[in-house]
C-alpha cells in the first residue's frame, strides 16, 4: 500500500515554496468557483493530500483529525467524477451517526449547487416511506446510517445499489465501534466490485485495518496530523472539585464565561438532560443534545445551538466528533470522558479555523486516573483553572432548587425512560427559564491570550 503522510513542519515549509490551490490539485474549474463561494480559500491539509490521489482513479485510506476537512476531501473527487460520468445512484456514503449523514449531505449540496446535486438521506428515526419516495427518484448520491440502509435493501422494493461507482466510509472507526460489522457485510455483498472506495477515519484499529483489506483495492494512504495533540489557540485547564458540587462548580463556571458560545459534554444521556434542566431553572439559555431524543428533536437541538437561540448545547459524545458546530468558545467536560481519545475529540469542538478557545474538565476525587490518562496522551500538564470558591458557596442554596425542579420535570416525564426527552420537553422546560436568574453581572467574553 502506497503511503503518503504529512507533518505539520513539512506543511510549513512547503508553503514557502507554493500556494496550494484547489485548481493546482486538478480540481475542474466549477467546482472550484464553489469553493470560492463557499470561502474555501485554500485546500485544508488532508484535502491536499487526498484530492490528488483520488482524482488520479485510486482508492484512498484518509487519516486525519476531526475538523480537518476531510468531508471535503471525499466530496469534491465524488462530485468530479459525476460530472465526468453523470449517473443516478452514482456515490454512497456511509457514516456512523443521523446528524452526521445530515451535515455530508449538506456539504455535498453545496458544493454540488451549481451542477444540480440530487442527494437523499437514510437514517433511523424517520420515516421509511418518505425516504422511500426519495430513493425511488434514484438521486445521485445516497449518505446513510448501516443500519437502515440495510433496512431499505430488504424491504423497499426496487431499490438496488448494484450500479454504484462509489463507496465512502466516513468515520469509519466509530461505525465499527458501534457494532455495524455485520450490515457493512450485507451493504459489501450487494454492491459492485468494481468500484471506488474512500475510507476516512481518525484511527487506524485493527477493525480498520480489516475492513480495509475487505473493501478497498491497491489503496493509498494519506495521513496527516495523526498524532493526538490539541491545537496552540486551546487553552487547556482542570477544575479540581469535590463530585457533590460539579452543579454549583458548573453553575459559577457557566456564570463566568457567560456570553460565549459553550458545549457542555455529559457522560450519560440522562446526565445530559438533568444538567440542561437544571441550567434552565437556573435562567440560562441551554439546550440539550443527545441519543435518546428523537431526531427532530436532535436536529431542532442542534439548529437552535448553530444559529446562536441557544447560547449553550449539553451534548453526550454524539456532539463531539464529526458534526459541523462553527463558532464555540468554550467546552466543558462535566463528565471526564471514559476513553481519552475522546478528549481530543471533545475539546476539537473549540479552537477552530485559526479562532481561540478554551477548555475546562471538571475532575473529582473519583476521576484522577481518567484524568492523568489524558495528560499522558496529550504530553503535557495543564493549569488549574482559577476560581473563587466563595462564589461557589454563594450559589449553592439555588442550585439545590434548580436540582429539585429539575428532578421534578424529569419524573413527571416519565422517569421509565430513563431521561429520554419527551416531545414536548423543550417547550416545557423553556417555562423555566428565568425563575431562578444567577447572573448578578452581564459575563464577559473570554480573553484573547
Known sequence: MAEISTS??????????????????????????????????????????AIPVALQGNDVIGLAETGSGKTGAFCIPVLQALLENPQRLFALVLTPTRELAFQIEEQFKALGSAIGIKTCVVVGGVDMMGQQIILAKKPHVVVATPGRLVDHLEKTKGFTLRSIKFLVLDEADRILNMDFESELDTILKVIPRERRTFLFSATMTGKVKKLQRAALTKPVKCAVNNKYHTVDKL????????????DCYLAAVVNELAGNAMIIFCGTCANTQRTALILRNLGISAVPLHGQMSQAKRLGAL????????SILVATDVASRGLDIP?????INMDVPARSKDYIHRVGRTARAGRFGKSVTFVTQYDVELYQRIEELIGK????????????KVLQERVAEAQ?????????????????????????????????????????????K
Open 404 to 448: 429539585r425542579l429539575a428532578r421534578l420535570e424529569m419524573k413527571e416525564r416519565g422517569s421509565k425512560k430513563r431521561g429520554a426527552v419527551a416531545s414536548d420537553s423543550e417547550e416545557l422546560a423553556d417555562q423555566n427559564i428565568g425563575k431562578h436568574k444567577i447572573y448578578a453581572k452581564k459575563g464577559k467574553k473570554m480573553k484573547r
Open 381 to 392: 500538564k495543564l493549569p488549574e483553572y482559577e476560581m473563587e470558591h466563595n462564589e461557589v
Open 327 to 331: 463558532h464555540v468558545d468554550v467546552v
Open 303 to 310: 439548529n437552535k445551538f448553530k444559529s446562536a437561540t441557544k
Open 8 to 49: 505539520s513542519d513539512d506543511v510549513t515549509k512547503a508553503s514557502t515554496e507554493a500556494v496550494v490551490t484547489f485548481q493546482s490539485l486538478g480540481v475542474v474549474d466549477v467546482l472550484c468557483e464553489t469553493c470560492d463561494k463557499l470561502g474555501w480559500k485554500k485546500p485544508s491539509k488532508i484535502q491536499e493530500e
Open 235 to 246: 487553552f487547556q485547564y482542570y477544575l479540581f472539585l469535590p463530585s457533590k458540587d460539579k
